[in-house]
């Protein structure tokens, strides 16, 4: 292979943002695709072979574009770009950036990250009920929080509905004190957490207790009809059957629904059947509800995250009796699980 070299032009005002620091996103490249990259009076040398130093400059290129655009250049950004450039896609990565949901209430600009999330904001955007399903840190519960409240400021929805099952994540919390909303807070609090960045705690506080916004846990769900909302289901790997059907029967005319859930990450008693696997299974052909799979390139948290979520993913696929898997396998026939029951000595 012929080594060749290329200079890509950086305005200095980008410098900072696209090398990271102590030129730490530059070191990332060079190690990915084995180049060798030297900066130098606002210009960067890149050497290496062809194929290569043409995959390197495209991804800082559009680096240079986000930059411009205003976008903090992170860790997350240039994996994406590297990983996007392996699929002769990196372009994607700026038209990404096209897709404005909404802004926080400090200004920052809330959008999709990845392919993945983009094609989930799309779906949002065209189906009456969408299920996105992925691991941890893909942004699902967020990004379908902003749209939810996008919406609701753009008089599309009279009202924003946040629930999830109050399931503890394999710990016994016991009673806990205070009334009942006190009690089940601790629950909701991931959704709290999202409304008061996006809205603040006082635009938060002031539709709630208008009635316009309400966060509750699921079992208040049943025997209501709720029309022109803007519903949200989280964490539906919790629910069971029984409660996914209760759930998805309360939508009324004019709402819009999002389910969304971890398959990887399920609490419920061992032998439970999840209501979000059930829901896939039962609701895949119909055609006016979307189904969105995000995967570990759709993770947007620390670099690490992603990172660990390959590593059991590749961990469970070689050991499937590992502890993490045990309790959700039970025998299955014709796609649906099939309860075992087991005689005792007393039966026989």
Do not use: W
């Amino acid at each position: 292979m012929s080594i060749v070299e290329t200079i890509i032009d950086i305005p200095a005002e980008h410098e900072k943002n696209i090398f990271g620091q102590y030129d730490a996103y530059i070191k990332i490249i060079e190690k990915t695709l084995n180049v060798t990259i030297v900066s130098r009076n606002n210009e960067l040398k890149v050497i290496g072979e062809n194929a290569n130093v043409i995959k390197a400059k495209s991804v800082f290129i559009q680096l240079v574009e986000l930059s411009r655009r205003g976008n903090t250049i992170t860790e997350q950004n240039v994996n994406y770009a590297l990983s996007l450039c392996f699929e002769d896609k990196e372009e994607a990565i700026v038209k990404i950036d096209d897709d404005l949901i909404c802004h926080t209430i400090n200004g920052k600009p809330i959008k999709p990250k990845t392919l993945g999330q983009k094609a989930y904001v799309d779906q949002i955007r065209k189906k009456m009920i969408v299920f996105g399903v992925g691991p941890a840190g893909t942004g699902k519960t967020y990004l379908a929080m902003a749209m939810a409240i996008n919406a609701f400021k753009n008089d599309e929805v009279g009202k924003i509905i946040l629930t999830r099952p109050a399931i503890e994540a394999g710990e016994k919390l016991g009673f806990l004190p205070g009334d009942l909303q006190s009690k089940v807070d601790p629950y909701l609090r991931p959704l709290y957490d999202a409304l008061y960045q996006i809205m603040g705690p006082e635009g938060y506080l002031r539709n709630t207790e208008k009635g316009l916004i309400e966060v509750a846990p699921l079992a208040y769900m049943r025997g209501r009809t709720l029309d022109n909302a803007f519903i949200i289901l989280d964490e539906a790997q919790n629910t069971t059957p029984a409660q996914m059907k209760m759930f998805l029967t309360r939508i009324g005319f004019g709402s819009k629904v999002i389910v969304t859930g971890d398959l990887s990450q399920k609490d419920l008693p061992s032998g439970t059947k999840s209501g979000l696997d059930e829901a896939i299974q039962v609701l895949g052909k119909i055609d006016d509800i979307g189904f969105s799979y995000l995967t570990s390139q759709d993770v947007v948290r620390h670099p690490l995250v992603q990172k660990i979520v390959k590593a059991y993913d590749a961990f469970e696929s070689k050991n499937p009796n590992s502890s993490a898997k045990k309790k959700d396998r039970m025998p299955r026939k014709n796609g649906f699980q099939k309860v075992v029951k087991v005689k005792k000595d007393s039966d026989k």
